[in-house]
């Protein structure tokens, strides 16, 4: 299986901060990869697909780049919606896998 | 726009069989790849299993010897089937679509916590 490590695993952060989170693979998945922010008791929420192709309906606040093995999400200018856990996932190969996720807290 | 839905058992005995549906509503179950993931509480996400509408499926390598997952299409239903469930296993299901494999989940249910405890 590849393996997907995100760091940092917690981040404290303000509104209007601008914050990056990493995710990298144990191999190259070409530009494979997907972000999702989750709310507690709620279902993920799909951000970034193929790395950095922006969901219909997600703010241009948040953006996604990478290739090979190393992947970031960027979040420009911190929102208070913005305050959840965010996942990142490979879909290179036929079994699929999520990084540990990283919870953005307020500062 | 396509909309899940997980039901089944909140409960579950250790070394019992963990059994979930998922209704798809609103859209084809038809040409898609349906999928089981889950969370243990406080916990990230592990993806159990997808199966084509057709009924070919695949599975993660850690779960594969406990997991079926299978498909009704007349009921545009799917469920997961989880055998010999410990105290490990409890978690929130999810369900969710891949249009594709391997691919992304574009749509996903709400969710349901299946505990596992006599």
């Known amino acids: 299986d590849i393996q997907m490590t995100q760091s940092p695993s917690t981040l404290s952060a303000s509104v209007g901060d601008r914050v990056t989170i990493t995710c990298r693979a144990s191999?190259?998945?070409?530009?494979?990869l997907a972000w999702y922010q989750q709310k507690p008791g709620k279902a993920p929420n799909l951000l970034i697909y193929?790395?950095?192709s922006l969901e219909s309906g997600v703010p241009s606040r948040f953006s996604g780049s990478g290739s090979g093995t190393e992947f970031t999400l960027t979040i420009s200018s911190l929102q208070p919606d913005d305050f959840a856990t965010y996942y990142c996932?490979?879909?290179?190969?036929?079994?699929?896998?999520f990084g540990g996720g990283t919870k953005v807290e307020i500062k | 726009q396509v909309q899940l839905q997980e039901s089944g058992p909140g409960l579950v005995k250790p070394s019992e069989t963990l059994s979930l549906t998922c209704t798809v509503s609103?859209?084809?179950?038809?040409?898609?790849?349906w999928s089981w993931i889950r969370q243990p509480p406080g916990k990230g996400l592990e993806w159990i299993g997808y199966?084509?509408?057709?009924?070919?499926?695949n599975y993660n390598p850690s779960l594969k010897s406990r997991v079926t997952i299978s498909v009704d299409t007349s009921k545009k239903q799917f469920s997961l089937k989880l055998s010999s469930v410990t105290a490990a296993d409890t978690a929130v299901y999810y369900c969710?679509?891949?249009?594709?494999?391997?691919?992304?989940?574009?749509?996903w249910g709400q969710g349901t916590l299946v505990t596992v405890s006599s």
């Open positions: 969710a679509r891949l249009p594709m494999i391997p691919y992304y989940f574009d749509s």
């Open positions: 609103g859209g084809s179950i038809s040409n898609y790849y």
């Open positions: 199966i084509y509408y057709s009924g070919s499926t």
């Open positions: 191999q190259s998945i070409s530009s494979w």
């Open positions: 193929k790395a950095s």
């Open positions: 996932q490979q879909y290179n190969s036929y079994s699929l896998t």
